[in-house]
């Protein structure tokens, strides 16, 4: 562990985040639900997806809502290919085909949803609720997180080799995108095979997209709206088949 490469990761993601924060604080309900949900997916789409999850709930015209929570969402991606280019630029050769197929994915999603819905959605949501990533506390939250996934991502590999990295991949994204990013980047690096990094990369970002439309649609109404969650496991399939062949 280099504790000033963990502590410059830490200002990296913190510096992202507040990034949409700031815009988010700045926009508020001036520039309607999907502009205010892009701001707020730089600083957390975990957060987004929540509030429109439960503006979805009380309003019976959902499809601007599952629009924004999917904008936050795949914000997400561009994200990863900065934190990539940032810690090992030789690993983004490899990963922004299939994270960009992704990314395309979940657009394509909204435009055809757009396409079929006729009624005028509302141009407000009410404000999105994220806290200031520059706390300390948030910053050494994430410090340590990342300190223990790169432990593990090391103790993974050689325990149970590939497999192992997948499996850490697959677990982490369900919690965090940006440790695990910048864990497998810095481990290419090293030892690790750059293929192997850069499908972990995938897997996580697969199975994040994957635990937010869950998300989404158990807080808006499962019955009603479990369709999003299916929208966005077909919208990541095209970046993981890519992944499959190519590595």
Known sequence: ????????????????????????????EKRGTLITAIAGGFASSTAVTLTMARFAKKNSHSVIYASGMLLA???MFPRVLIEVFVVNRELLTLLWPPILLMFAGLLTVIALMYRQNKRKPPSKAGEITISNPLQLTTAIQFGILLAVILLLAEAMKDWFGDAGIYSLAIVSGLMDVDAITLSLSRSAQGELSGQVAAMGIILACASNTLLKGVMFASVAGIKLHYRYAVYMILSVIPG????FWQF
Request: glycine share 12%.
């Open 1 to 28: 562990l280099n504790p000033y490469w963990l502590w410059w990761m830490v200002v990296l993601i913190s510096g992202l985040s507040f990034i949409g924060y700031l815009f988010t604080q700045l926009l508020g």
């Open 73 to 75: 969402c795949s914000i």
């Open 240 to 243: 993981l088949l890519y992944g």
